[in-house]
């Protein structure tokens, strides 16, 4: 087993941790500091899988921004910060449904065959080529997302006389 | 020079879309203004969807405006080479669509002009209404799975925040709490599809999927299986249906019209671009295995999972609409019954039954907008949303009375009506189609015989019952509106409705017409 | 550089997945059932920056190496917006309700 593969294997248990974790602990700033260790490993995979732009990405956006906000959230909608009515009791057909999904995925994917390559000729300077000419039309789409989503969200959250 | 002609090349078909666009930034910009004037929002609103629908109609060659069509004739249903895999391609079939997306917000905005003027969220209201319309314009010309996602998610963030923006209203923000879980549900399931899809394939783009023979088995069913998972949510099939009934009923009236009217119809026509295309080549003998060598095929598979669908989604929808109690809840499993008729248009794909599911998605465009425009306006005058509370309101709200029974007549698909013309193609394509295809017409009619019952119970307690006495009078929330306490603007878009309704009832050439020639097109060269 | 094989790798994202799955049908607080979904995009955009570098091309002119990645800083796009989008619905129902729990603010049926 090379190192490539031993690191990664490393990251996966961590990320599978975390993610359980941050379902799963009764209180609900931890959750927060678990999915924002989630994130961080996730971007260490991206750095292994040589995609280092979206390594930088991931830790700006999702461990940065997202972690944020959702602390943000927290803080806004409650008045102790540390109460614990976070993880509530579990049935069991959701634990049944989570584990049949996963053991049908592991199953039908775990065996195939191939394995990746990183790209050989990576540069920012051409992601950002493919990024604003092949699929500018992505980031157009994008841009109306985020429209509709600044509209909606500043009137649902400003104060105002009805 | 030649930069300024290229650029208009490239924009110039997007006119209507950018025509959306502008009138909602226009409206935002308003809002800052602190211009606050329903009729004029609400006018901006119908405004740019009327002129966007006459342009479309002229890009689709429709007599007397085929002279301003925008798309240059050979570029809709052009062939495209996989090897040129555009992001975009204009179909006939995706303009059909853009169509009916822009009569059902023609028809919503045109409904809601008559709330109280100067309220604080028509502003958003009538920019989301644009924005969502716009979202659905581009699922219309996608053929890439990732702009297909992201457009459906330009409408479904603009949807979220449409359920929520009468903002004090705990029912609404509620439902749209819940409309966001399973809509970003949705989201998560179908991304991972298309990622799934992009490993098996390497592309994103449906003609250069379809144009191969190559990917891992595994990879492309269970990417496609989750696909259907993903725009399952958005169209409301069965098992994944609960959401819808709680939404449409949370949702403001105004909303919920748009919700079962026009948003929904996007997941469709992405069933058609996504699914047709595999069924079509596995029919043809094509290329298209995936799962090399003697393994079962992936369209005839996907043909068995969408019948099942199919079928379960009509019955269950019927049977729980036969239970209800209350107005609104009746059309919301009523609509998703109608989703089950459509899908079997889906699983047969021959061009009269992409024809027939096409119909029959126009007829539930206007039949449901019109019918939850009618749910508002009475709301509107005051009146309850229980089936009871509606008794005698044919009586004495005669325009009302009438609009909506024209309406339940073409739900419930009664000869004379557009909903009869379009069940009628739609049923004898897939009798045509022979094979088991025959019993998904069988299960089609039996439900569509059920229906009656239920809608024909709403007429019945509109005219023959009579009302309770003890009842409190009704209080209208706008007293002294115009025609009969609507306003003009919902009047004419539910008598529009009606009249729609028995006009395509009577002569559907012309709807038919189109409808065939795009059917047919998509068939032969769609993605 | 040495590979990665493809079945590892898509196990820890249909692990990922399932937790996402799991979360949303078990969780009642809106807070978490967010962060469920974002995992789940996670996942999604994980396998389109792993695919990037599949050798897997349909046509030469098609398929760019990168693109994948290309996906992948639309999809975080995309998934961050879905956030405030949620939070905005978060604070609006807390300010009218005082809560955060879904199933506290359950009023239509069921």
Redesign the interface.
Known sequence: MSLTELAFFALAIVAIATGLLALLVRELVHTILWIGIFFVDLAAIYFLLEAPFLGVLQLGVYAGAVTILLLFGIMVTRKRIFSRDAATGVGALPIALAVVTFIFLIGALGQLPGSAVPAASYSVASLSTLLFNTEAPYLLLLGLVMLAALAGAIYLVREGRE | MSDLGAFTAFVGPFLPELLL?AG?LVV?LLDVLEVRRVELNGGIAVAVTAVGLLLVLADLGVAPWAGLALIPAGQIDAVVT????P??AFTSLGLVFQLFFLISALLVSLGSMSRPSKE??GA?FF??VL??T??MM?VGVASDL??LV??I??VS??T???V??T??D??S??????F??IG??S???S??G???L????????LY??E??A???P??V??GYGLLVAGLAFKVTLVPFH?WAV?VY??APHDVSAFLAGGTKKIGLFAFFLVFIGPILLARWGASFNPLGGPGVPIGPLLQVLLAVLAVVTMTVGNLLALQQKEIKRMLAYSSISQAGYMLIGITVATAPAIAGATLQIFAHVILTTGAFLVVAAVAALGIGARIDDWRGLGVRRPYLGVAFSFMLLGLAGIPLTVGFVSKFVLFGSAIQAEGYFVWLAIAGVLNSAASVFYYARVIKVMFLDTPDPTAPAPRPEAPGLAFQGMGYGRAAAIGLVAVLVVFFGIDPQPMLGLVQSAAQHFVLVGP | MTTLPVGDFLALASGLVAISIFGILTRRNFILLLIALEIGMNAAILSFVYFAAFPQCVTAATCHPLTGQAIAVVVIGLAATEVAVGLAIVLALHRIRGTTNVAEADSLKL
């Open positions: 666009l909602a935002f996989p090897s040129s895999a992001l975009y604080r969220g958003v920019g989301l924005l969502a716009l979202g581009l990732l702009f992201l457009a998610e330009v963030i603009s979220y925040l449409l929520a923006y903002r004090r705990s029912r923000v509620e439902a749209a709490m819940k966001y879980i970003a549900l989201t998560v399931l991304l991972f298309v990622a799934l992009f490993g098996a394939f390497g592309t994103t783009n250069a999927i144009g191969s190559v990917g891992a595994t990879l069913l269970l609960a709680d009923d949370g």
